[in-house]
């Protein structure tokens, strides 16, 4: 059994997840994780990190990993559930399947490890989930209806779990990241034209929503945002919330208390960039 902390990182072969495993690591603790595309796994190994492959959507790849730490390490402090993607594309051309997909990735992977790792933590006594959601829990735009729709839930799952768990020393936040440098505009944006049926009615918006999303690099590192991963798994007293910024902070309220203001002010920047 390590006397290290033992942090679980999901999604851990790019952007935020691949941050927080180096940070995490320089910290001091043993960290497990791991993600689809093992080809890109091996420089978290020679740093001493330990990883496998891992498929949040599927039980049995799940399984694999909690056992794995919990016969490696013998306990785990925190999990956090950083794996997603974005199936952008039109509500009414989405295919049913790949909204599925959406959930399946999204929610229902986080909430799978989430049941299996938390007997440990309540045998323990501790432990701390930290769920990666986005501003766009609160927030919205055209063509998001789906990623949107997964963050806002991860986020009400969040709230409800932590009000179940506390009494057992367990406590369940939520991080919520903006803009951040990452290939998760392209890819997503990718998507959407993908998602597009022939002769699509759609077609100027994806184009026009593409621009507005991939036209300037934010400034906001992976690395900045895994600080707040680690903020938020070693805050004595957690917050149920975590941004990075009072931009992002500002922009959730924003949305939660002037929906209309929101809706006003997305729509005045969309006409910068439609045809």
Known sequence: MTEQKVVIITGISSGMGLAAAELFNRKGWA???????????????DQGIH????????AASNKALVEWVKQDAGRIDVLIN??????????????????????????????????????TMRAQGSGRIINISSIGGDIYMPLGGWYHATKAAINMFSDVLDLEVEKFGIRSVVVQPGGTQSEWAKTSMANAAKNLNANSPYTNLVTSMTKMLTSGEPKVTAADLAEVFYKAATDRKPKRRYFHSLGDR???MIGRRNPRTWRTGLKFVMNRFMK
Not at 31 to 45: C, D, F, H, N, S
Not at 51 to 57: C, S
Request: hydrophobic content about 40%; overall charge negative; cysteine-free.
């Open 82 to 119: 950083n794996a997603g993607y974005g199936e952008y594309g039109p509500l009414e051309e989405v295919g049913l399947d790949k909204a599925r997909q959406q959930f399946e990735v999204n929610l229902f992977g986080a909430a799978d490890l989430t049941q299996q790792i938390i007997p």
């Open 51 to 58: 990883v496998q492959p891992l498929d949040v959507t599927d």
């Open 31 to 45: 960290v497990y994780g791991g993600a689809r595309r093992v080809e890109r796994l091996t420089a978290l190994t």
């Open 250 to 252: 500002l922009v959730v």
